[in-house]
């Protein structure tokens, strides 16, 4: 509820009955009308452009009925009514001081001891609680294991069916980790990896990943996750000069491993968005190529941070590890989460499919289920 309005030309001053106040600028609420002359009732969608707004736009009157702010604009001499509740959700009248790297609320970061998020297979695709619980861990944690799926070939598309699709690429719709004699990519040995984000050197990277586990009868072979959210979190506390590098400046990432590829990105290991919101880690040692946007004086710093960023990484108190059996899989945010593989012997086999997907998709899924489910409806 509001509990008075008060305007000039170009800016509305609202006080809600909870004491906080807030100013909207004449221009914001004539561009976010929600009327349906400039919202489709239908879809939503905004009906007029940018320039459909006079540029001499002012208000001429703000009250307040039943609680609400009814708005008169000039010259079109149009009236507008913005429920309480709308304002309060879309309110941007408050104080910014966030340094770089801060997160977006509903993000958790976590380290080894975290109980990390398990759903059963059967649950996720069949009850609707359990799908919702499931995306909304992924979306929280970047994490989540799903076991009790069968053991059969490609079982790993069923998985993006609950939320969205798979991301196909060079490597076909999805792809076999097990040993080769010949591989096009270490990951396809039984060397140890060390903890990475996938795909770097594309632009966009496929924002989720799936790993499958068909058999598991190796010696080793165990996953381990690191939240690269939680480890930029520690160089920051640590270093942040050398986060500031990190996120300051593109690296480079190349892969050309196989026939007609050359994928090629110029991105930074941190990623911050314009206001400094921690939203991205790229990391992966083989598939980096050589730093050329990094000025001479400050790369011997890059370098450090680097390493530093790498050790954090490496560090055993920052990893979660676990042994996949058939028919479990994990999903990770491959926008935030690393995951590594310990080296397992050629003795006994390893076989994971893998696949990558978008996460928009999940999110979609998650917002959607979120809005039609309300919790006594379940
Ligand atoms: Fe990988």
Redesign the pocket.
């Known amino acids: 509820m509001l509990r008075s309005a008060t305007f000039d030309a170009s800016v509305v001053t609202v006080e809600f009955d909870t004491d906080t106040q807030a100013r909207f600028h004449a221009i914001w609420l004539r561009d976010n009308a929600l009327d349906p002359e400039t919202r489709a009732p239908g879809n939503g969608q905004r009906l007029i452009t940018i320039g459909d707004i006079p540029t001499d736009i002012s208000v001429s009157a703000a009250t307040i009925s039943n609680g609400d702010l009814s708005v008169t604009f000039q010259p079109e001499g149009k009236t507008v009514t913005f429920p309480a509740d709308w304002l309060a959700a879309h309110n941007y009248d408050w104080d910014r001081v966030q340094k770089n790297g801060w997160l977006t609320p509903g993000l958790t970061t976590w380290q080894r001891g975290f109980d990390a998020p398990s759903a059963d297979w059967s649950d996720v695709h069949t009850n609707p609680t359990a799908k919702r619980d499931w995306l909304a861990a992924v979306a929280e944690f970047g994490f989540a294991k799903l076991t009790g799926g069968p053991t059969d070939p490609e079982s790993l598309l069923q998985m993006t069916d609950l939320f969205g699709y798979v991301r196909e690429t060079n490597y076909g719709p999805y792809f076999e980790v097990r040993t080769e004699v010949n591989p096009t990519n270490l ?1 396809y040995t039984g060397l140890g ?1 060390q903890a ?1 984000t ?1 795909n770097p050197y594309r632009d966009p990277v496929p924002t989720l ?1 799936i790993l499958y586990c068909l058999e598991n009868s190796a010696e080793g072979g165990d996953s381990i996750v690191v939240d690269g959210f939680r480890a930029a979190q520690r160089l920051h506390e640590l270093n942040p000069q050398g986060f500031d590098l990190l996120a300051g400046y593109p690296a480079r990432f190349e892969y050309k491993g196989s026939g007609g590829v050359c994928l090629r990105s110029r991105r930074p290991m941190i990623e911050l968005s314009p206001d400094g919101e921690l939203i991205g880690i790229r990391f992966n040692n083989r598939s980096s190529a050589p730093f050329v946007d990094v000025p001479f004086d400050q790369m011997q710093a890059y370098y450090a941070a680097y390493r530093q960023l790498g050790e954090i990484i490496d560090d055993p108190n920052m990893g979660v590890s676990f042994k996949l059996e058939p028919g479990e899989s994990f999903i990770v945010d491959n926008t935030r989460v690393l ?1 590594a593989r310990l080296g397992y012997s050629g003795s006994g086999t390893r076989w994971l499919q ?1 696949c990558y997907a978008d996460k928009d998709g999940l999110l979609s899924t998650l917002a959607a289920m979120e809005t039609t489910q309300p919790e006594a409806a379940e």
């Open positions: 990951a990896l990475h996938d990943q995951h893998g």
